[in-house]
């Protein structure tokens, strides 16, 4: 590789790190911005923050092209947000607008953006794999080349519908990366407590679907697994998985004491905080110091609060539309 | 058939062309299509109605002899009283 | 031109897949086995295993899957064998299909169709016997129809598929084999049919029980009763203009509906003849439901559950004593 | 005038049911004769009554549970004069079992319901109740004419005539403001075609036989297959043509009022079929037992006032449709005809149409092709 070659190598792998750090911090400010306004009843209905998880929607989204599918969780906010959805469209629909991204009527757990193929956040657990098990389907019977990746959790891992979707798109050869955020509960209940066999490896090669497991807080890490994962499954092999053990440093939801897991198995994962985690590493390989880290902070503060004051100024629904999008009108 | 017989039969018989009509009122030697205001469909239904209850085909050209109840009545117990004597 | 219901029904399936591309056709047993009412027979043949799709026993996950597949683009239609297997997908039915336009604030349509066999009727006991439609007629977002005729079983799917969002199809059991006219009747999807006038009392019914009820209504005309029968085809929307026009003439109504009698559709057809049509009421809004068991696999006792061309009849004569 | 009321039949009574009636109105009763069964929560008992008289009216029906004292019934008393009963207190002696349809009926024709004796269950009101209370109230009702077949159509009643007069009324209304109504007539001379209509008459059954309307109609229906823009209807902001035709035909019920339903396909009719249908169409418009396609598919309309109608009318469009073909009685006049003035059947169709969809020069083709196609009458 030349000097060029090199010099272009780094400044483009620097700016590609400072852009997976940047987006790490947008998630962590706008979930914590998110929790302040919760406070104040700004935001009101569940709310499921993503802090601790960034790594995850962060690393996997670059390996996803703009015509990939891409189907989430009611945990949501930071998948949106890695795949490009306004954060003002976001804090919108959590404030319930009209301008937010499904015109206030979905809420913080059904982000949605059709432009983007974001076909959302799914509030029964579970029950967005059937989704993405069609919309990877349409694809194969269309002969494109694009894929779907379908986010879910160690709480679906045990639902009738991973069985059936697993099955169907192995059976199938369908386009579809099963993207596994094992982030050991579900809800109240540890994995150890609702599964029966933990290795997930093992149960896809039940159904042939080849899986991996990787460090879900590394998010370089987990953009290669991704990229793995999604090149196979375009080269038509039929379905993959990809476990990230990963960890949420916040409760369930607001509402949640979280009393079923111990204060220091808390604190001994923020010691593998993905951003302080990946910042280390940057620093380690002077690819970021003081300033430019301050910089970057600076650049998401400013667009959060660009974000709420959309929010608080965007308009309410009128009444009159109450009824309107349950059918679509006859053209 | 008496007259007064084939008189109540026609009266029933217009009574179902015409439900509403008063059928005690009519005057016996004014044209009925007036006074019960029937149209050129009803009086055909009227003809049917006698061609099939008592088997006499009204050509068009007796319907000026059976303009009123009388000559109608008249009419009739004409080509029934006497079988074979072709009416007019 | 003379065909049965089931064969109809395959024929609209057949022209849907030769005139447009992005239709297929997605159920249990739909294929090599022919469906389990023989009505997608040959369609594998002609069509091909891509486009006429086995699925595994897995009514989540291919109801699902047609949702997913009409988002993306396509036209599915997805055959659940019936309507007491569709009750492991209505989570898919309910939270998704139904609701995913409103909740993305419009930006996604489902142009969906689901058909399902329904009903009793043939001794299959509690099981297989259910007739539920009112359970999606229930839900905003979808459209339940009900075919009961042979030229509605083509034409009501052809026009489900050039809906833009989900219209779940409900073919009873029982009609399979019947035969009638094959022709266009051009009624929208969502208009209710007169199938016999009459000026003295009104029957409402849709499906498997339009042709007990005309048994009825012929039987009654015996008796110097002329009944209109009113087949809904539509149970939502539902056409409830029709049914007043009906109920100005004869201000008598029964609603005859398989379902149990209790939250049956007859309760919420009784309930806005009552809020719309008071004033032309003679006689309160009468309902024939099944009697509220587990249906029962013995025949006279299933008989004697179901809605019956008698029990329709003794209600009629009860309204006009 | 005294109250027959629930008896108290034992100490702790407090309300008693109505079994039902021994008396009717208009029966004599004397005192201590039996009047009515009731049931209390100790024994079905039968009750007597404690006035002589005739009995006026029953207040309360059988199965109605009611407190003892409450008034069952009105017994006008022998040898006092029958005072009209104070409304309040017949309205308030029972409450008024009637059925939403029959209290309409009851308020349209006037009834009053206190005066009707129901025969519904717990005596409720039924329309027919107040059908035989207002023909009860009416003129003194016509002989009885023996009807051994079903008795024919109720006639309309009169809420249901009155809403058919607003309806036309405001069509009509919507036609002369909305539509720009040009017209154009024609005196046609009908020798040869009643000529042949007589001959061809003379070789029917009666059941068979033509009227001359049907001529008329099957020659509007080819006549459109030549001027096919007449036959459409304006929809939003523009013309749409039909390629079926269907032609409303109007039809004047007995006792006042006018409905146009379609003949369907009339031009691909023979004139048998014409004729059964149109005889099918004008019964069942009388009987009220019109299908609503019938209703709203006429893409054009053929009005006559009959032989008894003027010699030439100038109809009004019926909406959506674009034009409408009136034809006036059939008279004899003096006539040129191949050079001779002679006495002919004569015909004035007068066109009404739709100046925003065509004009007087394919008005005047069409009227000039139904003079031709009844000319000939063999083509029809």
Redesign the interface.
């Known amino acids: 590789m030349s000097v060029r070659e090199a010099a272009e190598a780094a400044t483009s792998e620097r700016k590609h790190a400072l852009a997976q750090l940047k987006e790490m911090l947008r998630i962590r400010r706008f979930e914590e911005k998110a929790a302040e306004l919760y406070s104040l009843g700004k935001i009101r209905g569940f709310l499921h923050l993503y802090i601790g998880e960034e790594a995850v929607a962060v690393g996997a989204m670059p390996a996803l092209s703009e015509d990939d599918r891409i189907v989430a969780t009611y945990r949501d906010h930071g998948h949106a947000l890695a795949r490009g959805l306004p954060p003002g469209a976001l804090m919108a629909e959590m404030f319930g607008k009209a301008s937010g991204c499904s015109r206030g009527r979905g809420g913080s757990m059904h982000f949605f953006d059709s432009s983007r193929r974001f076909y959302g956040g799914y509030a029964i657990v579970g029950g967005g794999l059937p989704i993405a098990v069609g919309l990877a389907l349409a694809d194969a019977l269309q002969g494109k080349a694009s894929i779907t990746a379908c986010f879910f959790g160690d709480g679906a891992v045990v639902e009738g519908e991973f069985h059936e979707s697993m099955n169907l798109a192995a059976l199938w050869k369908l386009p579809l990366l099963f993207l596994y955020e094992n982030n050991l509960y579900a809800m109240g209940t540890g994995i150890e407590r609702s599964q029966a066999q933990l290795d997930m490896e093992l149960r896809a090669r039940g159904y042939g679907v080849p899986a991996q497991a990787v460090d879900g807080m590394d998010v370089v890490a987990v953009e290669e697994a991704t990229r793995r994962g999604a090149e196979a499954v375009r080269s038509g092999g039929g379905p993959q998985l990809v476990e990230f053990k990963t960890y949420r440093f916040r409760a369930h939801s607001m509402a949640d004491p979280d009393l079923y897991r111990s204060k220091d198995e808390i604190e001994q994962w923020k010691l593998r905080d993905p951003i302080v985690f990946f910042e280390a590493r940057l620093r380690e390989k002077r690819l970021l110091d003081d300033a430019s880290l301050a910089e970057v902070e600076a650049e998401v503060a400013a667009e959060l609060d660009a974000a709420v004051a959309f929010a608080e100024a965007a308009p309410w629904e009128p009444l009159e539309d109450l009824e309107r999008d349950v059918y679509t009108p006859a053209r | 058939m008496t007259t007064d017989e084939i008189r109540?039969t026609v009266?029933?018989m217009l009574?179902?062309i015409?439900?509403?009509a008063?059928?005690?009122e009519i005057e016996p030697d004014v044209d009925f299509?007036?006074q019960l205001?029937l149209?050129?469909?009803d009086f055909?239904?009227f003809?049917?109605a006698v061609?099939?209850e008592l088997g006499i085909?009204?050509?068009?050209?007796d319907y000026p002899r059976v303009a009123t109840l009388e000559s109608f009545v008249a009419y009739l117990a004409e080509r029934m009283g006497a079988p074979g004597v072709e009416a007019g | 031109m003379i065909t049965t219901y089931r064969e109809a029904v395959r024929a609209a399936l057949r022209e849907a897949l030769e005139s447009d591309p992005r239709v297929f056709l997605m159920g249990e047993d739909v294929g090599r086995y022919g469906g389990a009412f023989a009505v997608s027979l040959g369609l594998l043949e002609e069509f091909g295993p891509e486009r006429v799709r086995d699925t595994p026993l897995s009514e989540s996950a291919f109801v699902g899957a047609g949702i997913g597949a009409a988002l993306a683009g396509l036209r599915p239609i997805v055959e659940v064998m019936t309507i007491n297997f569709s009750l492991l997908a209505l989570d898919q039915v309910v939270n998704n299909a139904a609701a995913l336009r409103y909740m993305s604030g419009g930006q996604f349509s489902v142009p969906l169709v689901v058909r399902m066999a329904t009903g009793g009727g043939r001794q299959l006991a509690a099981q297989h016997a259910h007739s539920l439609e009112v359970w999606y007629a229930h839900v905003p977002g979808i459209k339940a129809v009900a075919p009961a005729t042979v030229a509605d079983a083509r034409g009501m799917l052809l026009s489900a598929l050039k809906d833009p969002d989900p219209v779940f199809v409900f073919e009873h059991a029982t009609l399979y084999p019947l035969e009638g006219e094959l022709e266009e009747n051009g009624l929208p999807l969502g208009r209710a049919a007169v199938r016999r006038g009459g000026t003295d009392v009104s029957l409402v019914t849709y499906g498997g029980s339009l042709w007990k009820t005309i048994d009825a209504a012929d039987q009654l005309a015996g008796e110097g009763v002329d009944a209109e029968v009113i087949d809904l085809r539509s149970l939502r929307p539902l056409d409830l203009e029709t049914i007043l026009q009906s109920l100005a003439k004869t201000h008598r109504v029964v609603v005859v509906d398989e379902g149990w009698r209790t939250g049956s559709l007859a309760g919420e057809v009784g309930m806005q003849i009552s809020e719309q049509g008071f004033d032309l009421l003679d006689w309160p809004p009468q309902r024939v439901c099944s009697v509220e068991v587990p249906m029962p696999y013995a025949k006279h006792l299933e008989d004697a559950a179901l809605p019956s061309a008698e029990r329709i009849a003794a209600v009629v004569r009860e309204m006009l004593a | 005038m005294a109250e027959f009321v629930m008896p108290a039949l034992g100490a702790d009574m407090s309300a008693g049911t109505l079994l039902g009636w021994r008396k009717r109105p208009g029966d004599t009763v004397a005192r201590g004769d039996i009047i009515a069964d009731v049931h209390t929560d100790k024994a079905d008992v039968e009750v007597e009554v404690f006035t002589s008289g005739v009995v006026e009216k029953l207040l309360v029906g059988p199965g109605e549970k009611v407190p003892v004292g409450t008034p069952l019934a009105v017994i006008l008393e022998d040898g006092k004069a029958a005072p009209v009963l104070p409304p309040s207190v017949a309205v308030e002696a029972a409450h008024i079992l009637a059925s939403p349809s029959a209290k309409a009926l009851a308020a349209e024709l006037g009834v009053d319901l206190a005066s009707v004796r129901g025969s519904g269950p717990k005596g409720r009101i039924q329309r027919r109740d107040v059908e035989q209370a207002a023909k009860a109230a009416g003129p003194p009702p016509a002989p009885p004419a023996p009807a051994p077949r079903p008795a024919p159509a109720p006639v309309e009643p009169e809420g249901a005539e009155a809403a058919m007069r607003r309806a036309i009324a405001a069509a009509m209304a919507r036609s002369k403001r909305e539509i720009p109504h040009f017209y154009l007539s024609e005196t046609i001379d009908l020798s040869r075609t009643m000529g042949w209509l007589a001959q061809e008459n003379l070789a029917r059954p009666v059941q068979d036989r033509l009227l001359h309307g049907v001529l008329l109609l099957k020659a509007v229906a080819l006549g459109l297959r030549e001027v096919p823009e007449l036959n459409a209807t304006w929809q939003g902001e523009e013309v749409v043509p039909s390629d079926a035709i269907h032609l409303g035909v109007a039809i004047f019920l007995r006792g006042g009022g006018l409905v146009a339903p379609a003949l369907h396909d009339a031009d691909g009719q023979t004139l048998n079929e014409l004729m059964r249908s149109f005889r099918d169409l004008v019964s069942r418009a009388r009987a009220g037992r019109l299908r609503s396609s019938e209703m709203t598919d006429p893409t054009i309309t053929v009005t006559s006032l009959g032989e008894r109608g003027t010699e030439s009318v100038s109809p009004i469009i019926f909406p959506p449709q674009v034009a409408i073909i009136g034809f006036g009685r059939l008279v004899e006049r003096p006539w040129v005809s191949e050079g001779q003035i002679l006495p002919c059947p004569l015909v004035t169709a007068t066109l009404a149409a739709d100046h925003r969809v065509t004009d007087g020069h394919r008005a005047a083709a069409f009227l000039t092709a139904v003079s031709r196609l009844l000319q000939e009458p063999e083509g029809l």
């Open positions: 109540d009266l029933r009574g179902e015409a439900p509403e008063d059928l005690g299509r007036e205001d149209d050129s469909m055909l239904n003809v049917i061609d099939e085909g009204i050509p068009e050209s």
